[in-house]
């Protein structure tokens, strides 16, 4: 089974408006931690937002917001204005134990996000 | 501070030939993890390393593999290439508590 799904290889959203990148995932280990990043076509992954499954409210950075519904095991990503800078892919990763002794991501396919003017 | 990376950017190589692949972290940080990314299969883990020690595995051949030196620098090496093993390799330093920053990574070509 995947353990992280990303439903939506394309979005396309208007200057401006808000849009909502959806995310679920799956694992059995109680502590967890959900991250979203973005990669330009340049290729570099940029840390966008995160969320640790222990944490009561949702995370927020800037203009991201992770609604993150434990119960459902989803982790959506919302982009509030968006930007023409904002066109990207946006991956969806998990890493599963304690932060500190474990780095390994595991990444959803991403959605390709075109912001159109 | 300068972020991570990674050189060489750009990589030409030819099937058989062996490939290094190097990732300088984030000053401070001790976590190197190297992921391969193809349009085929995605992103996919290689490995950790924390502390010049391998912490964690994924699921490919031994013609992958790695090291991490005593200042946190790391290689990749990539033996008897095969055109399958054309991608963008990506590097993520990590500290403690959970942020990882990512390289700009270097695309290998494989002909």
């Known amino acids: 089974a995947q353990k992280i799904t990303q439903t939506q290889p394309g979005m396309f959203v208007q200057e401006k408006e808000a849009v909502t990148l959806d995310c679920t995932y799956d694992?059995?280990?109680?502590?967890?931690?959900l991250f979203w990043y973005k990669q330009p076509s340049s290729g570099e992954m940029i840390f966008l937002i995160y969320q640790g499954s222990y944490d009561q409210q949702n995370a927020t950075e800037g203009r991201y917001s992770l609604n993150f519904q434990k119960a459902r095991k989803s982790a959506n990503l919302v982009i509030s204005a968006s930007q023409l800078g904002d066109s990207a892919m946006y991956f969806c990763?998990?890493?599963?134990?304690?932060?500190?002794?474990?780095?390994?991501?595991?990444f959803g396919k991403g959605t390709l996000l075109t912001v159109n003017p | 501070k300068a972020g991570v990376t990674q050189t060489p950017r750009y990589l030409i190589k030819t099937r058989g030939q062996q490939v290094t692949l190097s990732c300088s972290p984030i000053?401070?940080?001790?976590?190197v993890s190297w992921y391969q990314q193809t349009p085929g299969q995605g992103l996919q883990f290689l490995f950790e390393?924390?502390?010049?020690?391998?912490?964690n595995k994924g699921n490919f051949p031994g013609r992958f593999s790695g090291r991490q030196f005593s200042n946190s620098r790391s290689e990749m090496n990539v033996s008897t290439l095969e055109l399958g093993d054309s991608a963008l390799y990506l590097c993520a330093s990590g500290a403690e508590g959970y942020e990882q920053y990512f390289g700009p990574g270097t695309r290998l070509t494989v002909t």
């Open positions: 694992t059995s280990d109680p502590s967890y931690g």
């Open positions: 990763a998990m890493r599963e134990g304690g932060g500190g002794s474990n780095y390994k991501l595991t």
């Open positions: 390393y924390f502390s010049e020690t391998q912490r």
């Open positions: 000053s401070g940080h001790r976590s």
